[in-house]
């Protein structure tokens, strides 16, 4: 091809350097030097990385002078008990606006047992906010203050999301407010486990960083969408960072301003996942190869009206196979509650099938 090949090792090091032909050589030195004294050539405007940087930073700029008048800094008293005491601890959070007349959505863990909540806007008023209603189950929560003119957030759709899309996420780091990071979607439908036991599906993981603080704050797309509500970060990694999706936000948000709780059903078990026998599985044709090993019951609970036992081993529920105790979970709908609802178990290596009604799940304190 024309081109010469020199190698030369120096302290174990290997470097090869391409020598180009004359005519090509002369075409990269023209390139190379951006600032040519006379006779050397035109600049080399075509490779400089500024109108590139110039796009991301007026993406991310964009973006958060749409969403950033929306983001408030929450300062709550909760009570907590210590050595037997009620003692009221301060703390910190982030949350948005996203109607007109004042509704915020945060992290429920933010605003959980509260005494007193006051919210901070972006351009400095202070008001004081109400606790519409909290769902531990997926961590969000709902506040409302009074006050005129507020900028809300507007809501994108988190179905449209696609990995590798730039993301900025909005919050107050320790007490640092407004402060804004910027990363990418690293992967979509992850879950994590809410404080309460239950599984959060649909999570969307970004490499955004996040810090104590950030909880409850947006997390925007380029287009000054807000597709997620930031809620936890792996503190001994670096770079996982979760966010609940906005679709999800919405429908729980609808519910506690309407109801002020998540209705959901329970039957009163504690359980855990357990591999089942092949032979059990080939013999009854099961459609699953674990299931869920009952190891207490709560006293008067649905679960033990039915006759369920310390033992058994859920594998149906409602014609719905039951591979692990998150299947129970979702199946555990507000629709459920007082609806008779077949529960298939495996008792010893008799399979048998019970009738339980479950009944609505009471508010975690």
Known sequence: MGVETNILNARNLRFIFIMPPPKLHRTLRS???????????????????QPLLDAYSQAIISAV??????VVNIDVRQQVKTRGQVQEMPANGSGFIFTPDGFILTNSHVVHRASRIEVALADGRRFPASLLGDDPDTDLAVLRINAPHLAPAPLGDSHALRVGQLVVAIGNPYGFQYTVTAGVVSALG??????????????IQTDA?????????????????VIGVNTAVIMAAQGLCFAIPINTAK???????RDGRVRRSYIGLGGQNVALPRRLVRVHQLSVRSGVLVISLEPQSPAQKAGLRQGDVIVAFAGQP??????????LTAARIGVKSSLTILRGADQMS????????????
Do not use: C, M
Not at 191 to 196: H, L, M
Not at 251 to 257: D, E, K, P, T
Not at 323 to 330: N, Q, R, S, V
């Open 190 to 203: 992850r879950s994590i486990r809410s404080t309460t036991g239950r599984l959060i599906g649909n999570v």
């Open 322 to 331: 039951i591979a692990e105790i998150d299947d129970l979970h979702k199946l």
């Open 251 to 257: 429908y729980v948000a609808a519910l506690l301003i």
């Open 65 to 70: 002078g749409k969403v950033s008048p929306a």
């Open 209 to 225: 960083a996040l810090n104590p603080g950030n909880s409850g704050g947006p997390l925007v797309t380029s287009a000054g969408e």
């Open 31 to 49: 390139l190379a030097n951006p600032h040519p004294g006379p006779g050397q050539g035109p600049p080399a405007a075509a490779l400089s990385e």
């Open 354 to 365: 019970l009738e339980v009604f479950p009944e609505e799940s009471r508010a975690r304190k």
